[in-house]
C-alpha cells in the first residue's frame, strides 16, 4: 500500500501503468492527419526564405536588397546581420524575405547582394596543434585527485594508453526549425512553432518582442524532431515574427535542409590522449586525460572524464576547448555523454584487452566506482546483456581468430544519467458527463508523453485510457518544463497523479452518500466506483459522475510536490554491441545490439522500450556513419543533406534486443527519465566490438571503411 | 500590381476556414491570377510545341480521385503544390533532394518522391496521398499495424514510410526480412523507429493476406 | 530552383527541334531524380526543360535480333522486370537491385541513369565541375574522401555517378543518339570524356542531341556480374563498384571485359585487369591479381588511399561472383 496518498499504485493495484499501451496519438500520425508546424497553412500566409552567409568567417561590408524588394510577390525584406556584424560560420542568417509563394521567396534571396571581407577561420578541430597554432585554443581546464603519477610508475600496475576521437555530428531533425507566426492582435502573437517548450517560448518571444508575455501563445501539438535543438526560438523565430507584423500576414519560415543542418545542431566533438592503469587483478587505479574539442566559435563546458566510473582513486583530467566556425552547439540527446562514453569505455575496454580480461568482467568489477550507488544496477544489467548477447557463446579475447576476411567481435559498454522529472502543472477536469481531460503546457516530442499522461490519470481514476483526453502542445495549458535532460516523463506522470488522485478522491466524496460507503472505503476500478471489496455497491463511471450535477471537478497536480518518491534520478544502462567487420573492405555490419535499461517505474512499457530501440539506431548511426564534414578550404558544411549526412536505414541495424529493469529493486525508485541514457553508449560499445573483431582499435567515430582500413595496415593484420 | 493584389489578398485572409485558404491559395497565394482568367501560355505555336511557363500555367492534378486545376509555374514540385497549394500536408518536406522518402506518394501506384517530380510532369497520372489510404477515419492494415508496433516516434517520416510500405506490400505479399532491405531502404527515419517498422510490415502483411480490410 | 518553360514535345525530332545548340540553356529531363535535386542546388539553370516522358517509343525493353534494346526512359523498375534481363544480364539486374529504394527505381529512368551528373559535393555547392577556385583546385586541397583515384591527373577529380554505366560497357553496349543531323550510334564507353576546362560537360552527347536507346549485344555464354561497394547497406551512393563480362572456355577465361565504377570521373574500363586475367582459370588469386592490376596505376588523393583497395576487392569480388562462388 502506499505510504502517502499520491504514491504510485501497489503493483498489484495498476492496471495500465506498466502495461504495454499503443501511444494514443499514433492513428493521428500513422495517417498522416498529425498537423506538425511544417503544416501549418493560414489563410494569407506568406512565405519565408533566408539569404545565408556562405564564409565560415567574415565580416558583412554591405547589403543591398533593392532588386529583391521589386521583384514580384515580395512583400517584405528584412537585413538580420548587416554591414559591420561579424559572422562566425557558413549558414548564419544574414536577410530575411517573405513573399507569396516559396518559389518567389526563393527567388528573392538570389536577388539580394551582400559582400564579404572574408576573415580566417578554423573548422576542423582533431589536430589540437592545428588548433593552438591559430590561437583558437583555450587554456586547458584541470581536476585531479590522488596521485595518477606515481600508480603510472608502480611497476605493478598494467598500464594502457591511447587516442581516441568522436566528432562533430549534427541533429538532422527531420522537420527543420522554425514557426509560423501570426499576429493576432497589435500586441498579441501565436506561433506555431517546432518547439521543444512550448510553455518557454512566449517569454522568449515576448522579450524579443517588447510585448507582453502573457499576449503570446505558441502552440505545437507535434513536433517532427528535436532531440535537443529545439529549445529556442532562434534569431529566425523573432525575425518571421517581425515580418509578420511588417506584412500584416501570417509568416511560414522553416529551415531548408541545408541551412538546418548546417546551423541548426551540433553536438561537441571530443578527441582525447588517454592513459589508465590497473592492478593485475583488475582493480582501476589511475586515469590521465588530455582532453579537447569543439562546440563551436563559443568556448565549450568541456567533457567530464573519467566517465561513470568517476571514483578512480587518483586521477588527472585535462580540457582544451577549441573554437571552430562550425555552427553553435546545441544539446543532443544526452549532452556530452555519448563523447564521455567513446573517450572512456574505449580506454577502458583497451586497458581490459591489456590485463586480458573479459570486459564484462572488468566493467563489473569496478562498477562501485560510479556514484549514486549504481554498483549493483550496473553488475545485474552487465549480466542481463551478457545472458541476452550471448556472450558466453560469442565473446573472445582481442582478435578474431577464425580463418577467412570477415572477423566478428563483442563490445560492451555502460552509461547513466538523471532524469529527474522537470516542473510541472496538469489541471484535469472531470465533467458531470464523464469525460475526462488532463491539460499541461508540455509537448511530446516522440516519447509518448501524451501516452503517458492518459495511463497515469487513467490509471489512477480507473478508466481505460480512452477514457482521458490529453490536451498538450499549448502554452495557455499550465506552465510544463521543456523537455530536455529526460525530465518530462517525471514530470507530467508525477503531476498527472497528483492531480488524478485528488479529483477521485473529491469525487469519491461527492458520491459516497448514494454508495452507501464514507468516502475513504471507495476505490476507482474497472470503469466504476465501487466499495473496497464489494463489487454490489457502486455505480458506473458515468452515473457517478452525473451526481456532481451541474458542478466539474477541476484539481491541479504540481511537480515538485508532496510525495516525492513518485520519481526520482540517476539511471544505469549497459550494451553489447556484436559486429562482423570485413577486413579486405573496412566495412562494418552490426550483427546484434542489446541493451539492458532502468528507468525506474515504467508507465508504458511500449513506448519506453521504443525509446531505447530508438536510441541504439541513432547510436548505429553516429558511430558508423554520422559527421558534420568541414571543409578547410571554403569552410564550408560539404555534406549539408541527408545524401551525404548519413543516417543508418532500415538494413543497417541488425537484430535489436532490449529488456528494460522492472520489479523490485527498480519499481520502488519512482519513475526516472528515459530518452536520453540508452542513446550514450552504442558508439562505445560497437567501437569496442570493432576492437574485439580485429584486435586493433579504430581511434576515432565515425568507423569508415577509411579509418577501418587504415587501422587494420596499422595494426598489421591486413 | 501589388497593390490591387493586397485588396484581392485582404477580401480572402477574411476567414479561417481550412474552404477559405484553399479559395486563398489557388487564387492568390500562387500568384494572384485567377486561373482561367489569362494564363503565362504565350503562342499558339508554342503551346503546340508543348512549351509553357515559365510564368504560372494551369495544370490539372488527378489527386487521391479528385480532378484538381492549379495554376503553377513549371518549376513547381508536386510535393509543394499539394502542400502549398491544396494543403495536403501528409507528406512531409525533409530532405527535399529525393533520398528520405518523407514525401513519398504514388504516381499510378508507385512510390515516388514527389519532392523530386514536378507538377506538372504528374498531369495525367494518378497521384495518391497518404490521405487516401484513411479516408473516413479508418486506418489502413499498415498504418494500424505501424501504430500497434509503435513503428513511430515523432511520427515525421512515418507518413512516408507507411506509403513505401503499402506500395511494398503490394508487390511483396509475403516479405522476407531481405525483401524489406533491398526495397525499403529509400525511406530514413531519425528516431530510430525501424525495429517497429520490420514487425509492422510483417503484421500488416498477414492481415492483408487474410483479408483484412483494406481500402486500398 | 530557377525558373524554366517546360516543353513536352510528343517525337525524338520535336524533342531535338526543342533543344539549344550550346549546354546551358536547355537541360533534358526523363525521371528528373538528378535534375531537380540539381536545379534546386543550382548546379544547373536551364531556361528551358525539354521532357521526354511524353515521347511513347521511348520505353520498353526489347530483343531484336539477338541484341537487347532498352529505351531510354525505361524506368529501372522495369528494367529489372524484364525477365529477358533478368535471364540474360544478370549484372544488369543485379546493378539495379543495389539501389536499396523503390521510389528511385520507380523514377529514374535507364537514360537518367546514364546521364546524371555527378555528386561531387564542391560541385553541388555550386563551385562548378572542376571545383576550382582561385586556381587551386578543392578537390585536391581539400575533402577528397569520395573522388577519384584513376584518371585523375587532370583538372576533374570527381568520379562517374552511374552504377549502370559500367555493367552496360562491360557488356559492350552501344548507345543510339538522336541530333538535329540525325541517330548516331556509339559505344556507350565513348559517350563519357573527362572534362579538361570549365564549361566542358563529362560525356558526348551534344547539347541538342537525346539519347534514345541502349543496345546491349547477345550475351549467350558471357558471365557478367557486379560488384557494389558502399558504406550504407541502404539507399548511399557507393564508393566502388566493379563490373565483368567474361567469357570462359572449359575453366579458362577467353576474354574478360572489366569497368570500374566510382573511381574515376568516367566508368573506367580497365585492359590491364582484363588482361591479368585472360588465359587464367578463375581462382581467389587470379580475381585478386586482376583487381590488383585495376588499380595499378591509381593516383589516390590526400585522403581516399582506402579507395584503391576497395576497388581493388571489387574486382576481385565481381570476378568470383561471375564465376559463380
Not at chain 1, 22 to 44: E, F, M, W
Not at chain 1, 127 to 147: I, V
Request: glycine share 10%.
Amino acid at each position: 500500500m502506499p505510504e502517502c496518498k499520491y504514491d504510485w499504485p501497489a503493483a498489484a493495484d495498476r492496471h495500465l501503468i506498466g502495461t504495454r499501451i499503443s501511444r494514443v496519438d499514433g492513428p493521428a500520425k500513422s495517417s498522416g492527419r498529425a498537423k506538425y508546424t511544417l503544416d501549418i497553412n493560414l489563410p494569407g500566409m506568406l512565405f519565408g526564405k533566408m539569404v545565408t552567409c556562405p564564409y565560415a568567417h567574415a565580416k558583412v561590408t554591405s547589403v543591398d536588397t533593392s532588386a529583391a524588394e521589386k521583384m514580384p510577390g515580395v512583400r517584405a525584406v528584412q537585413v538580420i546581420q548587416g554591414p559591420g556584424k561579424e559572422i562566425q560560420w557558413a549558414g548564419d542568417e544574414v536577410v530575411q524575405v517573405v513573399a507569396d509563394t516559396e518559389e518567389q521567396a526563393e527567388d528573392a534571396v538570389r536577388a539580394v547582394k551582400v559582400q564579404y571581407e572574408q576573415l580566417p577561420f578554423l573548422v576542423n578541430e582533431a589536430e589540437l596543434s592545428k588548433a593552438q597554432s591559430a590561437d583558437r585554443a583555450a587554456k586547458p581546464s584541470a581536476t585531479t585527485q590522488g596521485d595518477p603519477e606515481k600508480v603510472f610508475n608502480d611497476p605493478d600496475m598494467v598500464v594502457s594508453d591511447g587516442e581516441y576521437g568522436i566528432p562533430v555530428i549534427v541533429h538532422c531533425c527531420l522537420e527543420p526549425h522554425g514557426h509560423v507566426v501570426q499576429w493576432t492582435g497589435p500586441q498579441n502573437i501565436r506561433s506555431y512553432s517546432s518547439s521543444q517548450g512550448v510553455s518557454v517560448y512566449p517569454a522568449q518571444f515576448a522579450e524579443a518582442l517588447n510585448i507582453p508575455a502573457s499576449n503570446v501563445q505558441t502552440i505545437c501539438n507535434y513536433i517532427g524532431g528535436g532531440f535537443g535543438s529545439k529549445f529556442s526560438i532562434d534569431r529566425w523565430g523573432v525575425s518571421t515574427a517581425q515580418l509578420a507584423k511588417q506584412t500584416g500576414k501570417p509568416v511560414k519560415y522553416l529551415l531548408q535542409r541545408s541551412h538546418e543542418v548546417e546551423v541548426a545542431g551540433c553536438r561537441p566533438s571530443g578527441f582525447a590522449r588517454i592513459k589508465v592503469a590497473a592492478k593485475k587483478d583488475g582493480t582501476l587505479m589511475a586515469w590521465e586525460s588530455d582532453c579537447w574539442g569543439t562546440g563551436g566559435p563559443a568556448p565549450s563546458r568541456g567533457l567530464e572524464l573519467p566517465y561513470v566510473l568517476r571514483d578512480i582513486p587518483n586521477y588527472v583530467s585535462r580540457f582544451t576547448s577549441v573554437g571552430a566556425n562550425i555552427g553553435p552547439a546545441r544539446a543532443w540527446r544526452a549532452p556530452n555523454h555519448p563523447q564521455q562514453a567513446l573517450l572512456t569505455m574505449s580506454a577502458l575496454d583497451d586497458l581490459a584487452a591489456k590485463l586480458n580480461m573479459d570486459p564484462v568482467e572488468f566493467f563489473s568489477k569496478n562498477a562501485d566506482l560510479a556514484p549514486q550507488n549504481l554498483g549493483k544496477v550496473y553488475r545485474e544489467e552487465l549480466q542481463k546483456a551478457a545472458e541476452l548477447a550471448e556472450w558466453s557463446k560469442y565473446w573472445h579475447p582481442r582478435g578474431d581468430k577464425t580463418p577467412g576476411h570477415i572477423k566478428r567481435g563483442l563490445g560492451v559498454s555502460i552509461h547513466t544519467w538523471g532524469g529527474r522529472g522537470h516542473a510541472s502543472n496538469c489541471q484535469l477536469t472531470i465533467e458531470p458527463d464523464g469525460s475526462v481531460t488532463a491539460e499541461l503546457g508540455s509537448q511530446d516530442l516522440g516519447t509518448g508523453t501524451r501516452t503517458v499522461i492518459a495511463i497515469v490519470a487513467a490509471d489512477t481514476l480507473g478508466l481505460p485510457v480512452e477514457g482521458v483526453t490529453v490536451r498538450i502542445g499549448d502554452s495557455h495549458y499550465p506552465y510544463d518544463g521543456p523537455s530536455g535532460g529526460s525530465t518530462t516523463v517525471g514530470g507530467v506522470s508525477s503531476s498527472t497523479r497528483r492531480a488524478a488522485v485528488d479529483a477521485r478522491d473529491q469525487l469519491f466524496a461527492a458520491v459516497a452518500p448514494a454508495i452507501g460507503v464514507t468516502a475513504d472505503q471507495l476505490v476507482a476500478v474497472g470503469g466504476r466506483i465501487q466499495a473496497k471489496g464489494d463489487s454490489s455497491k457502486s455505480l458506473t463511471w458515468k452515473q457517478a459522475c452525473q451526481k456532481l450535477g451541474m458542478k466539474k471537478i477541476q484539481t491541479h497536480g504540481k511537480n515538485p510536490g508532496p510525495c516525492p518518491n513518485l520519481i526520482s534520478s540517476g539511471v544505469g544502462g549497459a550494451q553489447i554491441a556484436d559486429v562482423s567487420v570485413d577486413t579486405e573492405t573496412g566495412m562494418i555490419k552490426v550483427n546484434r545490439m542489446t541493451a539492458a535499461q532502468d528507468c525506474g517505474l515504467i508507465i508504458d512499457l511500449k513506448t519506453a522500450e521504443s525509446q531505447v530501440y530508438g536510441a541504439l539506431i541513432m547510436g548505429i548511426g553516429y558511430a558508423l556513419f554520422e559527421e558534420k564534414i568541414m571543409d578547410n578550404v571554403t569552410g564550408r558544411m560539404l555534406n549539408p543533406n541527408m545524401e551525404f549526412y548519413k543516417l543508418a536505414g532500415i538494413g543497417d541495424i541488425g537484430e535489436l534486443k532490449v529488456h528494460m529493469m522492472t520489479g523490485p529493486g527498480y519499481d520502488e525508485r519512482g519513475v526516472v527519465g528515459l530518452g536520453e541514457p540508452p542513446v550514450i553508449s552504442p558508439g562505445a560499445a560497437i567501437s569496442n566490438a570493432v576492437a574485439n573483431a580485429l584486435g586493433v582499435r579504430v581511434p576515432s567515430l565515425p568507423l569508415s571503411p577509411d579509418k577501418v582500413l587504415a587501422a587494420i595496415q596499422k595494426g598489421g593484420m591486413a | 500590381m501589388k497593390d490591387k493584389k493586397k485588396k484581392v489578398r485582404n477580401q480572402e485572409a477574411g476567414g479561417v476556414s481550412r474552404r477559405d485558404f484553399l479559395r486563398g491559395t489557388g487564387v492568390v497565394v500562387s500568384g494572384a491570377i485567377l486561373v482561367g482568367e489569362g494564363t503565362a501560355l504565350a503562342s499558339p505555336q508554342e503551346a503546340s510545341a508543348g512549351i509553357r511557363g515559365p510564368g504560372e500555367v494551369p495544370v490539372t492534378l488527378r489527386v487521391n480521385g479528385e480532378t484538381k486545376r492549379l495554376s503553377l509555374e513549371p518549376r513547381v514540385t508536386l510535393l509543394d503544390a499539394l502542400r502549398d497549394r491544396l494543403d495536403i500536408t501528409g507528406s512531409k518536406r525533409v530532405c527535399d533532394r529525393g533520398t528520405c522518402g518523407a514525401c513519398t506518394m504514388l504516381i499510378d501506384d508507385k512510390p515516388v518522391y514527389a519532392c523530386t517530380v514536378l507538377a506538372i510532369e504528374a498531369e495525367g497520372h494518378d497521384v495518391t496521398t497518404i490521405e487516401h489510404f484513411s479516408k473516413g477515419g479508418q486506418l489502413h492494415p499498415v498504418m494500424r499495424a505501424f501504430v500497434d508496433h509503435d513503428a513511430q516516434q515523432c511520427g515525421f517520416c512515418t507518413p512516408g514510410f507507411v506509403m513505401a510500405c503499402i506500395a511494398f506490400l503490394k508487390a511483396h505479399p509475403n516479405p522476407t526480412q531481405d525483401d524489406i532491405k533491398k526495397d525499403l531502404g529509400g525511406n530514413l527515419c531519425r528516431c530510430g523507429t525501424y525495429a517497429g517498422i520490420r514487425e509492422a510490415v510483417m503484421q500488416a502483411a498477414k492481415t492483408m493476406s487474410t483479408g483484412g480490410s483494406s481500402n486500398a | 530552383m530557377e525558373r524554366f518553360e517546360y516543353a513536352s514535345p510528343k517525337s525524338r525530332k520535336e524533342a531535338v527541334g526543342l533543344l539549344g545548340s550550346e549546354w546551358g540553356h536547355t537541360e533534358v529531363i526523363a525521371g528528373g531524380t538528378d535534375l531537380v535535386g540539381a536545379m534546386k542546388d543550382y548546379a544547373v539553370t536551364p531556361k528551358r526543360v525539354v521532357s521526354l516522358k511524353h515521347i511513347s517509343d521511348l520505353r520498353g525493353v526489347r530483343v531484336r535480333s539477338g541484341e537487347l534494346h532498352i529505351g531510354s526512359m525505361t524506368t529501372l523498375r522495369e528494367l529489372m522486370d524484364d525477365h529477358a534481363v533478368k535471364q540474360n544480364y544478370p549484372a544488369v539486374y543485379e546493378a539495379v537491385e543495389e539501389i536499396h529504394g523503390e521510389q528511385i527505381r520507380n523514377m529514374a529512368t535507364v537514360g537518367g541513369s546514364l546521364l546524371q551528373r555527378p555528386r561531387c559535393w564542391y560541385y553541388r555547392l555550386g563551385y562548378g565541375l572542376l571545383a576550382e577556385l582561385d586556381g587551386k583546385s578543392l578537390v585536391s586541397e581539400g575533402d577528397n574522401r569520395y573522388h577519384a583515384i584513376l584518371g585523375n591527373s587532370g583538372p576533374a577529380k570527381f568520379v562517374s555517378p552511374s552504377t549502370l554505366a559500367p555493367v552496360l560497357i562491360a557488356l559492350n553496349a552501344e548507345v543510339a543518339l538522336d541530333g538535329p543531323r540525325g541517330v548516331r550510334r556509339i559505344a556507350l564507353e565513348k559517350l563519357y570524356t573527362t572534362p579538361t576546362e570549365p564549361g566542358q560537360r563529362e560525356h558526348t552527347l551534344r547539347p541538342n542531341e537525346i539519347l534514345t536507346e541502349v543496345i546491349v549485344p547477345h550475351a549467350a555464354g558471357v558471365r557478367s556480374a557486379m560488384y557494389e561497394l558502399r558504406q550504407k547497406e541502404e539507399l548511399d551512393w557507393p564508393l566502388s563498384t566493379a563490373a565483368v563480362a567474361l567469357e570462359l572456355s572449359g575453366g579458362t577465361v577467353r576474354h574478360a571485359r572489366i569497368v570500374l565504377g566510382h573511381v574515376a570521373p568516367v566508368p573506367w574500363v580497365s585492359p590491364e585487369a582484363s588482361q591479368a586475367l585472360e588465359g587464367k582459370t578463375i581462382s581467389e588469386e587470379t580475381a585478386d591479381a586482376a583487381g590488383q592490376a585495376a588499380v595499378r596505376n591509381a593516383t589516390p588523393l590526400s585522403m581516399n588511399g582506402y579507395k584503391v583497395q576497395l576497388a581493388r576487392v571489387a574486382v576481385k569480388r565481381a570476378i568470383l561472383k561471375a564465376r559463380g562462388v
